[in-house]
């Protein structure tokens, strides 16, 4: 198989998965979200699903975090897209 018609069936993969993705969120609800947690180490990023934005301490229970404010540690919580996280643009 050729590299054009490699790059299009993965784009048709993701395509695929993007429609999965959707679909699942119009059933449960549950949207994406990045979470981020910034410490004095450095940062590491996640993803999850949540039906609504999720609190610092709702994230940090979810992906079982050692999250410490009182130590200047930050978790920043946005909201994401499939698209986002699948590296494709919707037409």
Known sequence: MNPADKKQQ???LRLQALALLEQATAID???????TH???FG???YLGGFDHEPSAEEAA?????NFEP???EVLTIRLTSWEAILG????
């Open 88 to 91: 494709i643009k919707k037409l």
């Open 29 to 35: 609800g549950l949207k994406p979200y990045r979470v």
């Open 38 to 40: 910034a410490n004095g």
């Open 43 to 45: 940062t590491a990023e």
């Open 10 to 12: 993965a784009n048709t």
């Open 70 to 72: 009182d130590r200047d």
């Open 61 to 65: 229970a979810f992906f079982e975090l």
